[in-house]
């Protein structure tokens, strides 16, 4: 009880902080400054640092933003050195991943020539070091894709107490965010409900060659073929989720590959939006970008929505029934109905969702015999 308490009261002053209250309403920084406010609620980050840092980054004589973060990963770094130094590898990790997600925050702001990569590769480094500490421990793997391009992940396994495997999520980051900022958000959610992660980066699509213009999607079968065969899950303990960007490219790689579980996206209603805007101006009815429409999602489906979006959960039923007739579970949920907590993105809040988000799939994945839990962190070399 007494702990409810200094949560509220911590949360009332966070809302009420002046200088976080500036940072929530600036238009550069509102978003990965939520985002750290995000996961500090989960142990990846600190409020006290982020208010502290929110006081210097306003302050009129202040090391700005960039800097601020940046001393900050650097601090928590020298103390995961320290602490491995030690053996005390539980303060090692923890102090890994609050170095990547302040790193993170500082890269967001770039040079003047737009030529320093060395925050988003600290940030890097400090997830790869957070990953090799974990138990099972976790990795960095490239899943080869087209000719010429392959897929960088991170792979989290979770043990388990038998000879089974735990179930995976596939969690894509396509344009709205990292696979790092991924993984800050949704790893505490994934462990305490036993699942394993896969977090992979894709290429923009205006990245890709013109040959390769019209199958972003193969990227979801290249992927379901990697944990098939590679790391040897079925395809009935596999889950794709979406990073939420405008797009339909993973409700249309889900459809496209048939095999996996279930999936969190958002059901082709990007895409059906597009198609209407395309007909209306005379354009050629169900063709997207030059591809035929995508084959209906068969497997269980959650189609979060964000209130702030304006659309009509019955009317989204409405479209994806139609586009999708034979799925056997589909499910809209809205999200943003707003408590104005100051960690809140568009109008919702990540970690809940996430925490969503693993109660569903819960339901449609069997979970196995895993130690499931807390963060687990591995033992030092004998």
Excluded at 171 to 197: N, P
Aim: glycine share 8%.
């Amino acid at each position: 009880m007494r702990e409810g308490l200094a949560a509220l009261q911590l949360d009332h002053r966070i809302r009420d902080h002046r200088d976080v209250r500036g940072l929530l309403d600036h238009d550069e920084y509102s978003a990965e400054f939520r985002r750290l406010l995000c996961v500090a609620q989960t142990d990846g980050a600190t409020y006290s640092e982020c208010v502290t840092a929110a006081g210097l980054i306003r302050a009129s004589n202040g090391p700005g933003w960039r800097r601020t973060w940046e001393e900050l990963g650097s601090l928590h770094r020298r103390r995961a050195d320290e602490a491995t130094r030690s053996c005390n590898y539980v303060a090692a990790q923890r102090s890994w991943l609050h170095a990547a997600n302040y790193f993170m925050a500082a890269a967001i702001e770039q040079c003047p020539d737009g030529k320093d990569q060395r925050l988003g590769s600290l940030a890097r480094q400090c997830l790869r070091q957070f990953l090799t500490n974990l138990y099972p421990q976790g990795q960095t793997v490239t899943i080869p894709w087209l000719e010429g391009r392959s897929l960088d992940c991170f792979h989290l396994p979770i043990a388990t107490r038998g000879a089974g495997t735990a179930p995976i999520v596939v969690c894509v980051a396509e344009c709205r965010r990292t696979k790092e900022e991924i993984l800050s958000l949704v790893l505490r959610s994934a462990r305490q409900h036993g699942m394993a992660l896969l977090c992979v980066d894709l290429p923009p699509q205006e990245d890709l060659s013109a040959p390769f213009r019209t199958g972003p999607e193969t990227a979801i079968v290249a992927i379901v073929d990697y944990i098939v065969d590679t790391l040897r899950i079925d395809p009935d303990r596999i889950a794709v989720i979406s990073d939420g960007s405008p797009s339909s490219m993973v409700a249309r790689g889900v459809a496209l590959d048939g095999r996996v579980a279930a999936a969190v996206c958002d059901g082709g209603l990007w895409e059906l939006w597009t198609e209407r805007q395309t007909n209306a101006c005379g354009g050629a009815p169900g063709l997207m970008l030059g591809s035929p429409r995508a084959p209906a999602v068969r497997c269980p489906m959650l189609v979060p929505l964000r209130a702030s979006d304006g659309i009509d959960p019955s009317h989204a039923r409405r479209l994806l029934a139609e586009r999708h007739p034979h799925s056997r579970d589909l499910l809209i949920e809205v999200f943003g109905d707003g408590h104005g907590e100051p960690w809140n993105l568009a109008g919702y809040d990540p970690i809940l969702l996430a925490d969503f988000v693993f109660d569903w799939l819960g339901q449609h994945l069997d979970p196995g015999p895993t130690d499931n839990g807390s963060i687990s962190h591995s033992s030092p070399p004998l």
